[in-house]
């Protein structure tokens, strides 16, 4: 008895320590703490039948239709790897309050080719590690080149957001800073269609994954997340 609950402090004390400190690198997604974003039979997901398939624990979608989890989250630790193809557009969704009216009420984190030309000459508040149309991250081109597996850790807490690209801490977010629907914090515009302040959103809500964007494919494994 004495070893669960000296068990169960330690991994209370480790949460809050991770939370509490931006990350510097990727966690180790191990123990019992850490639960799969989404069952390989997609049972624990919510989805357009047929869209989304898993292919040797490798999940992508044929349309651009969401995946989301069929339970809300509020603060949490998400450790995934994602790989790009030629011009993909995609986003780790977090927060979202409405799933069948995602885009002004969720924060999405951005996945992108940078390196095709529409993405590279884009706002780099659009760019892959970016909270999308909101903050850019602090380095673009952190995602590598289409066919290789990237790593994200996307840590949400509060109204702050860390997101680590391939073991590099490319973004800290503080959402309650955004508090117009017009520009952001640093004088940049926000996207008509995200007509909701990030710092009025509600902090729990459903995540999910973009689908097959303006025809170009991503590609998901290894999706782990762990409540703080």
């Not at 000296?6 to 809050?16: P, Y």
């Not at 903050?135 to 990237?150: F, H, I, L, Y």
Request: glycine fraction near 6%; include cysteine.
């Amino acid at each position: 008895m004495l070893k669960s609950l000296l068990t169960c402090l330690t991994l209370l004390l480790s949460a809050s320590l991770f939370a509490q400190t931006p990350p510097k690198g990727h966690p180790n997604p191990s123990g019992a703490s850490w639960q799969p974003l989404f069952e390989y039979d997609l049972s624990n997901a919510s989805y357009p039948k047929g869209v989304w398939t898993y292919d040797e624990g490798v999940l992508t979608a044929s349309a651009d239709e969401a995946i989301w989890t069929k339970v809300p989250y509020d603060d949490f630790v998400l450790d995934l790897f994602f790989k790009t193809a030629d011009g993909t557009n995609s986003g780790v969704v977090v927060h979202c309050s409405d799933t069948s009216n995602w885009i002004p009420n969720s924060v999405e984190i951005q996945i992108a080719d940078d390196y095709a030309k529409k993405w590279a000459d884009s706002p780099t508040n659009w760019q892959c590690g970016a909270v999308f149309g909101h903050q850019a991250a602090t380095k673009q081109q952190v995602v590598k080149r289409p066919g290789e597996w990237n790593r994200y850790t996307i840590t949400a807490q509060g109204k702050m957001l860390y997101i680590v690209l391939n073991n590099q801490l490319v973004n800290t977010v503080d959402l309650s800073k955004f508090t117009s629907a017009k520009s952001n914090p640093d004088g940049s515009p926000v996207p008509e269609w995200l007509s909701k302040p990030p710092a009025e959103l509600p902090m729990r809500g459903f995540i999910g994954l973009q689908g097959k964007h303006a025809g170009a494919p991503i590609y998901f494994r290894s999706m782990k997340i762990r409540t703080l």
